[in-house]
């Protein structure tokens, strides 16, 4: 399983930004897909995940009043919608996977990983 994240950049506090998962390389139609932010100094901290068994997602608290999680199963993609973005939403965004049922947002729980995309919350 290999993933390609893009959508990241440069963007101002209160926009909204979508970034995109590409899978590829399945071997099972049922997997969980999270999505994960690293920041200087600090944990890598889960954001929200999503299960093709069940279709359930999950969501840190932190986050659930902001960011949306869906796929787009026609690509194989899995997005991650961010609303009203702040400063503090800066970091390297990570997507990860594993061929399993899990509503875990510890990274522990995931086994493949992308390469992350870059975002910036700047004026």
């Known amino acids: 399983l290999q993933f390609v994240e893009s959508g990241g950049g440069l963007v101002q506090p209160g926009e909204s930004l979508r970034l995109s998962c590409a899978a590829s390389?399945?071997?099972?139609?049922?997997?969980?897909i999270a999505w994960f932010r690293q920041t200087p100094g600090k944990e890598r901290e889960g954001l929200a995940c999503?299960?093709?068994?069940?279709?359930?997602?999950n969501y840190a608290d932190s986050v659930k009043a902001r960011f949306l999680i869906f796929r787009d199963s026609a690509v194989n993609t899995v997005h991650l919608r961010i609303d009203n973005l702040k400063p503090e939403d800066t970091g390297v965004y990570y997507c990860?996977?594993?061929?399993?049922?899990?509503?875990?947002?510890?990274?522990?729980?995931?086994?493949?990983w992308g390469q992350g995309t870059q975002v910036t919350v700047s004026s």
């Open positions: 990860a996977g594993i061929y399993a049922f899990t509503l875990s947002l510890d990274p522990s729980s995931y086994v493949y």
């Open positions: 999503l299960t093709t068994e069940y279709k359930r997602t």
């Open positions: 390389g399945f071997t099972s139609d049922y997997y969980t």
